[in-house]
């Protein structure tokens, strides 16, 4: 499918569900739309993805060019701003489908419904769960595969990047192994999954039970995308939610270097990095005996190599296991231990 990414004024930085898309999806991306940056290239920013031109808008695109628009950015909140409706509208005229990860719904927007039925178009609200949801039973670790989560020490540390590259790179190594999406930007990828932050509270483990039991005997190895943080002032529900949903035997733990603040929230400080192994193992033993075993730092704020060594290597002796960053330095590291 041939889609069009809307990004304006956050790519890349704050784009984090175009960047997975562009990363990982098997879509031909054919423009991202980002007002800031128009002219320019993907790859002028971000070199290790798939490449498009930026755009002003979709009225820059011709109507053949594009299958679907998909919004690639969710404020805090996940609403929709007002100034994106003028390219979902075109979008809709030109009879594209529009892919939404955001918490507001556009199939509930009464104009941009009547123009998605007026051009038959679809409209995608990611982030709508099913219905029929129920809470969890307690058995997601019956199934027979190896259970395998990604948290974090903080929301937007890059837990769906490395849930990602490490079922990516155990499918290349040979193991069976398969993701499952709790997110709007897994879901996007994947095409499938259970949006966890819009699940009703008393089905969030259920939810991710569900998935887990529909995939657990037909893969060796499940690699749970993880959720916001335990720390987290707002998402720290999220995240015990898919915790105990997975009942996950090993945990990845994720983090941002350099961060020291909680992201969105910065009269927060984020606590030691030794203390999250426990935390996240302490709250999971009621129900499984999971087990940080290794890490995964985000190092896309350093530009030089060296230090970016340097700072996996401090990263990797703060938490006594091996650890890496999976798109400078890969995988294998972390693999040898998961698999």
């Not at 069009?4 to 423009?31: C, M, N």
């Not at 193991?175 to 709007?184: M, N, R, S």
């Not at 720390?231 to 270097?257: E, F, Q």
């Not at 929230?265 to 129900?287: G, K, N, W």
């Amino acid at each position: 499918m041939r889609i069009a990414i809307l990004a304006h004024e956050e790519f890349p930085g704050r784009a984090k569900t175009a960047l997975g898309v562009l990363r990982y999806s098997d879509d031909d991306v054919v423009a991202v739309l980002d007002r800031d940056n128009v002219g320019k290239q993907v790859t002028d920013f971000v070199p290790d993805v798939q490449n498009a031109p930026i755009r002003e808008g979709m009225a820059d695109l011709a109507a053949e060019d594009v299958d679907a628009l998909l919004i690639g950015i969710a404020p805090i909140g996940g609403g929709f701003e007002e100034s994106w409706r003028e390219d979902v509208r075109t979008a809709l005229e030109y009879g594209c489908d529009v892919v939404s990860g955001l918490h507001y719904f556009l199939e509930e927007d009464e104009e941009l419904a009547a123009l998605a039925a007026e051009n038959d178009c679809e409209l995608w609200d990611v982030r709508k769960p099913p219905e029929d949801l129920t809470v969890s039973q307690g058995i997601a670790d019956q199934v027979d595969a190896e259970v395998i989560l990604t948290v974090g020490t903080d929301c937007s540390v890059g837990k769906m990047t490395v849930s990602m590259e490490l079922a990516r790179d155990a499918r290349e190594a040979g193991y069976d192994a398969e993701v499952i999406p709790t997110g709007q930007t897994g879901i996007m990828i994947e095409g499938w999954g259970n949006p966890i932050d819009r699940v009703v509270s008393d089905f969030t483990a259920g939810a991710v039970e569900e998935m887990i039991l529909e995939k657990g005997d037909e893969h060796d190895y499940l690699f749970v995308e993880g959720q916001g943080s335990i720390v987290h002032p707002a998402y720290s529900a999220v995240t015990c939610g898919i915790l105990h949903g997975a009942m996950a035997d090993k945990l990845v733990l994720c983090h941002d270097a350099g961060r020291e603040v909680i992201h969105g929230y910065e009269s927060f400080a984020l606590p030691e990095l030794s203390t999250y192994v426990d935390l996240y193992e302490d709250l999971a033993t009621s129900v499984a005996d999971s087990e940080v075993v290794a890490g995964a730092l985000n190092t896309s704020n350093i530009d030089d190599d060296a230090a970016a060594r340097e700072a996996v290597d401090e990263y990797a002796s703060d938490l006594g296991m091996p650890a890496s960053d999976v798109i400078r330095f890969g995988s294998d590291a972390l693999l040898e231990e998961l698999m």
